[in-house]
T-cell receptor
Framework: DTGVSQDPRHKITKRGQNVTFRCDPI?????LYWYRQTLGQGPEFLTY????????KSRLLSDRFSAERPKGSFSTLEIQRTEQGDSAMYLC??????????????FGPGTRLTVL | DAKTTQPPSMDCAEGRAANLPCNHS???????VYWYRQIHSQGPQYIIH???NNETNEMASLIITEDRKSSTLILPHATLRDTAVYYC???????????FGKGTRLSVIA
């Protein structure tokens, strides 16, 4: 257990439905990342936050995706009008910010999304 | 960030040392080499990182060649629980998004 939790662990939905995932990072970590991982591939970056500010979004993050971190603590990732291609593991990670040299990110267990 | 190349899979006998290679010939002078691993159905886990000196911690050792174009992660006494996908990542700055490749799938065999 890394201290990063994600909810739910599994989600099955029908195409066209909206889904929302939650990530609770390690409490003192001010950076929070979302990644997506499909079968046989390494995780791919989606977006990340420094406190409540969303600093970067990948081109993978289409208009149907939105992420928030309203109080700089937990974060949510919403996918609207889900498509079968959205089926993947969604991973959240957190790290200490403030100019630390090295890039140790702590990952949660992920949310596995299946779109039927 | 540097592109890294790793073999897709490797086997190792339980109790023996596992040596996982990584090529990063385009790595720049300020880029660190990071290793993460991902056990089945879990999120990735940080293992170790280095710049140009060899590094060792409680999990593994990292050997970086003098020209920094390649490195080797060493698990000194592999156990069945070390079966995982191992990712070698080059990253120039702290706390930025990690760029994962496909990694090496290590199978530790009893």
């Amino acid at each position: 257990d890394t201290g990063v939790s994600q909810d739910p662990r599994h989600k099955i939905t029908k195409r066209g439905q909206n889904v929302t995932f939650r990530c609770d990072p390690i409490s003192e970590h001010n950076r929070l990342y979302w990644y997506r991982q499909t079968l046989g591939q390494g995780p791919e970056f989606l977006t990340y936050f420094q406190n409540e500010a969303q600093l970067e979004k990948s081109r993978l993050l289409s208009d149907r995706f939105s992420a928030e971190r309203p109080k700089g603590s937990f974060s949510t990732l919403e996918i609207q009008r889900t498509e079968q291609g959205d089926s993947a593991m969604y991973l959240c990670a957190s790290s200490l910010g403030g100019g630390r040299i090295y890039n140790e990110q702590f990952f949660g267990p992920g949310t596995r999304l299946t779109v039927l | 960030d540097a592109k890294t190349t790793q073999p897709p899979s490797m086997d190792c006998a339980e109790g023996r040392a596992a040596n996982l290679p990584c090529n990063h010939s385009t790595i720049s002078g300020n880029e660190y080499v990071y290793w993460y691993r991902q056990i089945h159905s879990q999120g990735p886990q940080y293992i170790i990182h280095g710049l140009k000196n060899n590094e060792t911690n409680e999990m593994a050792s990292l050997i970086i060649t003098e020209d920094r174009k390649s490195s080797t992660l060493i698990l000194p006494h592999a156990t069945l629980r070390d079966t995982a996908v191992y990712y070698c990542i080059g990253s120039s700055t702290g706390n930025t998004p990690l760029v994962f490749g496909k990694g090496t799938r290590l199978s530790v065999i009893a």
